[in-house]
């Protein structure tokens, strides 16, 4: 139901998932295996696999910190997309991967929630993006010692609203990962 036409295609989308950013992370471990059986998944189906990339002060290009987690991995022809903003289509090229391949559809994992997995779905909903957030591929770190709810709740409500938005010609939905559905049609193909 996009708004953007002629793009029926879905793109699985692995934000920052870096030793840097999801070290520490709430239930990091369960979060990365989740996202590695649909890493899997998406390929099997011919569904592309955007890698997105992170870097800033803290996370410094080329650093361990920015480096993907060891237990995942990017097939050579899987675009990556370096990022400096928590939103993945600001200032990237993540627009025209996205268009060059007729995709209309965003499946969101990564990290963190409160910050580049928020900030994306928002970016890709007012782009004309259909975006799905899977509920259980996402986490962050525990920022309750500056006032931030615990990272179990940042989750929970980050679900919650976005399974409760909407915007006019598209769809904003939360799914488990066990009930993610992508429907490549035609395979998109996505240079790396």
């Known amino acids: 139901m996009t708004t953007l036409e002629g793009r029926n295609g879905t793109a699985l ?3 920052d998932v870096q030793n840097g950013v999801i070290d520490g992370a709430w239930r990091r471990d369960a979060v990365v295996g989740t996202i590695r059986s649909l890493v899997d998944r998406a390929r099997a189906e011919e569904v592309p696999v955007v ?7 803290v996370v410094a290009y080329g650093s361990e910190a920015w480096e993907y987690v ?8 899987e675009s990556l997309v ?5 939103d993945a289509f600001e ?3 993540l627009e025209s991967v996205l268009a060059g391949a007729g995709v209309g559809r965003i499946v969101v994992t990564g990290s963190q ?3 580049c997995i928020r900030s994306t779905i928002h970016g890709g909903l007012t782009r004309g993006y259909d975006v ?9 770190e525990d920022l309750s010692e500056w006032g931030a709810p615990t990272p179990d709740l940042v989750v929970a409500h980050t679900n919650l609203y976005w399974a409760n938005h909407r ?7 939360v799914v488990a990962a066990a009930d993610v559905a992508f429907t490549a049609g035609s395979p998109a193909t996505i240079p790396g």
Request: glycine share 4%; hydrophobic share 30%.
């Open 132 to 140: 799905t957030l899977v509920g259980d591929a996402h986490t962050t």
């Open 51 to 57: 890698w997105i990339q992170h870097s800033d002060d």
């Open 91 to 93: 200032e990237t090229a």
């Open 167 to 173: 915007a006019p010609g598209r769809i904003a939905e």
């Open 82 to 86: 370096p990022k400096h903003y928590a």
């Open 70 to 77: 060891p237990e995942l991995s990017r097939n050579e022809e």
């Open 13 to 15: 989308l692995v934000i």
């Open 113 to 115: 929630t409160d910050e």
